[in-house]
């Protein structure tokens, strides 16, 4: 008999996947954790029901979370990541050569440790000297830490559980001031077909706070909708104005120079979030 695992999206949305192995299944004192090994993305972590990562595209989510910010700050040196347990974002961020620290600062270490067992192709540079991992919640770690980072990126869950705070105005407005005067945030903002009212809260939040603010889109398959929206506040440099310069070995599978810019034309519907 063929097993398949559904993620119930909407009231009336979902995907379903069959499932070669359940890999693991524990509950952490924040959620429940599940690691399945699927036909059609391969291994996956799942978090209280939701996909969070899945070798099969997890490339798509992390290059384009990770290198719009990067290429649009002029020398990205000390960057944070809050959540990003999965160490994704925190792989990518160590392809630029200017990144001498990255501090992970994730709330549950289980997921890490499971990262690190189950899906070691994401997790593959944890234990870089330039990264410190911080178990803790990122809502006050950015509390504590002012003018300290050049890029700040949230790789959250969706907004449920420890997650609610780190799409609150009080959090960006904490995350700005954590930033150097040329700082950059960009957070993981949901589906533009389902999390609309996510969307507008979240950039009228951001920009009342950073010069530049643009949302930006990708297409992740494994995720809510298919499409998915980044927003972007920089206190400074705009990634329209700027020229991205990759070094020779720079390597990607989703993000181009090209895409960097490309990215930002947003459909008609999502432009009249933004209003
Ligand atoms: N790429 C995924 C997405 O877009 O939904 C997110 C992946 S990452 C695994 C999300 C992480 O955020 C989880 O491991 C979760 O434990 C962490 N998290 C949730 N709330 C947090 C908080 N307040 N502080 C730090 N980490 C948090």
Redesign the pocket.
């Known amino acids: 008999m063929d097993l398949w695992f559904t993620e119930k999206q909407t009231h009336g949305a979902g995907l379903t996947l069959k499932v070669r192995e359940t890999l693991l299944r524990e509950r952490t004192p924040?959620?429940e954790l599940v690691i399945l090994d699927t036909e059609q993305y391969g291994r996956m972590?799942v978090?209280d029901g939701?996909i969070?990562?899945a070798v099969g595209d997890e490339f798509i989510?992390?290059e384009m979370?990770t290198h719009v910010a990067m290429f649009t700050h002029p020398r990205p040196r000390r960057v944070v990541v809050?959540?990003?347990?999965?160490g994704?974002v925190v792989r990518e961020v160590l392809k630029h050569p200017t990144v001498e620290k990255v501090v992970l600062?994730?709330?549950?270490g289980r997921?890490i440790e499971a990262?690190r067992t189950y899906l070691p192709e994401i997790a593959a540079c944890l234990d870089d000297p330039r990264v410190e991992i911080r178990v803790?919640?990122?809502?006050r770690?950015v509390k504590e830490h002012q003018d300290a980072y050049d890029v700040a990126i949230v790789?959250?869950?969706?907004p449920v559980?420890?997650?609610v705070?780190?799409f609150s105005p009080n959090f960006y407005a904490d995350i700005h001031d954590c930033l150097t005067d040329d700082g950059i945030l960009v957070a993981?903002t949901e589906s533009p077909f389902y999390n609309q009212d996510l969307i507008k809260r979240s950039y009228a939040a951001i920009s009342a706070l950073f010069p530049v603010t643009r949302v930006y889109l990708a297409a992740i398959p494994t995720?809510p909708s298919g499409l998915?929206s980044f927003t972007l506040g920089s206190k400074q440099e705009d990634p329209l104005e700027v020229e991205p310069q990759p070094v020779p070995e720079f390597r990607t599978r989703y993000y181009t120079t090209k895409l960097h810019h490309a990215a930002f034309c947003l459909p008609r519907f999502v432009q009249e979030l933004l209003v």
């Not at 600062?105 to 549950?108: P, R």
């Not at 803790?136 to 809502?139: M, P, Q």
């Open positions: 924040f959620q972590l978090l939701m969070q990562t989510y992390h979370i809050i959540g990003g347990g999965d994704g600062v994730e709330i549950d997921v990262c803790e919640d990122g809502i770690h790789d959250s869950t969706e559980g420890a997650a705070g780190l993981q995720y998915w």
